[in-house]
């Protein structure tokens, strides 16, 4: 009960608190569109890609943020144009995009004079060390996204399960597709704080994975994907406090455990039902 006890009495823990809590809101509502849209690879490919903008970044001695934000945006545009007219496969664009991203940020992090000493906060999440700063631009972030999505979700809800459904229904196609694949760079960007490059893709597709055992409901799983991240974020970091782990990795193992004890007590539901059925 000391990391609850200490929720308003310490600085960084209030910080860490409403970081999760945007950080919930904003992969929640995404991660819903990526998963539904089957582009969970495309997240990495823009999540690993960063990791280039931030080696850059300490090798000219500017913020990490500002570097992730430009490849990431980057690979984002880079990898729908490649696709639409470099007459090379989806897949195959975002694997050079991620390999060419993570090899320049290891080359510049290389050659950066001194150490880097915030580096492994980069790769493996760091929400304790949230400044007020960085939780200005999350909530401004989570405001653009609830307002984006409340503006268009009926074409965002057609594009995102059949493209052509949505030209024929008139809806701004290229309008939502290239919005939403900012969004998608910019939230992977402000989540690494959170989880780290290395996990925080799993932010978008782990508690959303867990509300589809248990809707079908676009706008269901989104809620209750905020509502799974938010608890696991929460717990996860409990359980870093207490046990002295790194924080983005206890939070994504929390979140993994959640959907696995969610798929167990799904199979067990459903299996009471087909027996309630036969009797």
Request: net charge positive.
């Amino acid at each position: 009960m000391e990391f609850f006890s200490g929720l308003f009495e310490y600085t960084f823990i209030n910080h860490a608190f409403l970081a999760s809590l945007f950080s919930s809101i904003i992969c929640g509502i995404l991660g819903t569109y990526i998963v539904s849209k089957r582009m969970v690879f495309i997240s990495g490919g823009i999540t690993h890609a960063s990791f280039g903008g931030i080696g850059m970044a300490f090798y000219l001695g500017l913020h990490p943020f500002a570097g992730a934000v430009v490849f990431a945006l980057s690979s984002a545009l880079g990898i729908e144009w490649i696709s639409k007219k470099g007459n090379i496969r989806n897949d195959s664009s975002i694997g050079i995009l991620w390999s060419l991203g993570m090899a320049i940020g290891i080359i510049f992090v290389y050659i950066t004079p001194g150490f880097t000493p915030n580096l492994m906060s980069y790769l493996f999440g760091s929400i304790l060390t949230v400044s007020n700063s960085e939780l200005w631009v999350m909530g401004l972030l989570t405001l653009i996204v609830i307002g984006f999505f409340w503006a268009f979700y009926r074409p965002i809800l057609y594009f995102a399960f059949d493209e052509n459904f949505a030209k024929s229904q008139k809806a701004p196609v290229n309008l939502i597709n290239y919005s939403l694949i900012i969004l998608i760079a910019l939230g992977i960007v402000i989540n690494i704080k959170v989880a780290g490059i290395i996990l925080v893709m799993s932010m978008l597709t782990l508690p959303q994975n867990t509300a589809n055992l248990f809707s079908n409901n676009f706008k269901h799983i989104i809620f209750y994907s905020i509502a799974i991240s938010f608890v696991g974020t929460m717990a996860g970091l409990a359980g870093s406090f207490w046990l002295g782990i790194p924080s983005g990795a206890s939070i994504i193992f929390t979140l993994a455990l959640i959907f696995f004890v969610s798929k167990i007590v799904k199979i067990f539901i459903d299996k009471n039902n087909r027996t309630a059925s036969l009797l």
